[in-house]
């Protein structure tokens, strides 16, 4: 009598099925674990003055402020990128105070609008340089 399939170590105890190619990622190459962040005292990097210098903010409405979520916020959404929306209008009064005492300009225009206008006509400058 032949010895069943599984013991004689020729053939797959499935015929259809193919093992898995050398490098597939967990035959050969078990995953190694991610290393752990060191601890500091701040794991966010300390923000960067450009990111004040070269955005800007402006007045939005509150209808508008909820179908563009917060784009009026622009310079709190950059220098804090994980804080929800709904806590930047009382951000944007800390950050106004910090750039007046470090010396930093505060962009910021009273409507949408005038915040277009402004962004088109720095893009006319930058074209003619």
Same mark, same amino acid.
């Given at each position: 009598?032949?010895? /069943?399939?599984?013991?004689?170590? !020729?053939?797959?105890?499935? /015929?259809? &099925?193919?093992?898995?190619?050398?490098?597939?990622p967990h035959t050969?190459?078990?995953?190694?674990?991610?290393?752990?962040?060191?601890?500091? /005292?701040? %794991?966010?990097?300390?923000?960067? %003055?450009?990111?004040?210098?070269?955005?800007? !903010?402006? =007045?939005?409405?509150?209808?508008?402020?909820? +179908?563009?979520?917060?784009?009026? =916020?622009?310079?709190?959404?950059?220098?804090? %990128?994980?804080?929800?929306?709904?806590?930047? /209008?009382?951000?944007?009064?800390?950050?106004?105070? &910090?750039?007046? !005492?470090?010396?930093?300009?505060? +962009?910021?225009?009273?409507?949408?609008? +005038? &915040?277009?206008?402004?962004? =088109?006509?720095?893009?006319?400058?930058?074209?003619?340089?």
């Amino acid at each position: 009598m032949p010895r /069943p399939h599984f013991l004689r170590g !020729d053939e797959t105890p499935y /015929p259809h &099925a193919s093992p898995p190619p050398p490098s597939h990622p967990h035959t050969l190459n078990p995953p190694s674990p991610k290393p752990k962040p060191k601890p500091g /005292p701040n %794991p966010n990097p300390s923000p960067n %003055p450009n990111q004040v210098k070269t955005t800007c !903010d402006f =007045y939005a409405p509150f209808w508008q402020g909820l +179908h563009c979520a917060g784009l009026g =916020y622009q310079i709190e959404h950059h220098l804090f %990128p994980t804080v929800s929306i709904c806590h930047f /209008p009382q951000v944007s009064k800390i950050v106004m105070q &910090a750039c007046a !005492d470090f010396g930093l300009p505060y +962009h910021y225009y009273n409507s949408w609008g +005038h &915040a277009v206008v402004a962004h =088109y006509e720095y893009l006319k400058e930058m074209g003619r340089r």
